[in-house]
């Protein structure tokens, strides 16, 4: 993978950010989505953000490489404090990290957002958390992809600032808008937790220390969702 050739799901990425975006790229790696994005005429402009020195210099070289160091400006820093005032972004990417990490860069960088930028997440497991905290920050997910590469699932959400949102428990768990969709990527991935799930509890039942109650409940709870799910109920 590179800035000419990106990956599958970073492709999918791209293909959810705004034409003629301001964007920020959050954890920028290399700098490949966004000098992607500018080598397309995709973008107006962007930041890459990385809070380490290795990805960070690898950015910086991508970007000069490709002579946009007028167009995408490369910083060192933490989450979203790379996003400044002048900047004007109007869309934020974050790929490649869990969910939960995904949500603690939003929630101390909430100061850095608008609340007028398109959020374009990628987290690699940890969904259910991640949507939770969209929807307390009243974030209504326009989209929901899930694609499979190299034998990972990888979920795509796409999300916009739009007042109080409210999803049940469920939709937070399986993604409200994959619920409706039902692709054959989906259930698969459904199929294989449900396994993994239904093993969990068997070995639990084995075990020979005292499990707490509530952790076999909640994923006899979950096991169950995922059973009705399967069933089109």
């Not at 790229?25 to 966004?34: K, N, R």
């Not at 690898?58 to 400044?84: F, H, K």
């Not at 957002?113 to 929807?135: T, Y």
Request: charged content about 20%; glycine content about 10%.
């Amino acid at each position: 993978m590179n800035e000419h050739t990106l990956s599958m799901r970073l492709e999918r990425v791209a293909a959810n950010v705004p034409a003629g975006a301001r964007l920020a790229d959050i954890g920028s790696d290399h700098g490949y989505l966004p000098v992607a994005l500018m080598r397309r005429g995709m973008i107006a402009a962007a930041v890459a953000g990385e809070v380490a020195l290795t990805p960070f210099s690898a950015a910086q070289r991508t970007v000069r490489d490709n002579g946009l160091e007028q167009r995408i400006t490369v910083r060192m820093s933490n989450g979203l404090a790379a996003i400044e005032p002048g900047d004007g972004i109007t869309a934020v990417s974050i790929c490649g990290m869990g969910g939960e990490t995904i949500r603690d860069i939003l929630d101390s960088g909430k100061a850095h957002l608008s609340g007028q930028e398109r959020l374009i997440l990628q987290p690699n497991g940890g969904e259910q958390p991640l949507r939770q905290w969209l929807m307390e920050n009243g974030y209504r997910i326009l989209r929901e992809e899930l694609l499979q590469e190299n034998r990972f699932d990888y979920e795509i959400i796409v999300a916009e600032h739009d007042g109080p949102v409210v999803y049940t428990a469920r939709e937070l768990f399986f993604g409200p808008l994959q619920m409706q969709a039902r692709s054959p990527a989906f259930l698969l991935k459904w199929q294989r937790i449900l396994r993994h799930k239904q093993q969990n509890l068997s070995n639990l039942a084995r075990a020979q220390q005292a499990v707490p109650e509530h952790k076999v409940q909640e994923i006899a709870r979950e096991a169950g969702w995922i059973i009705e799910l399967l069933a089109g109920a």
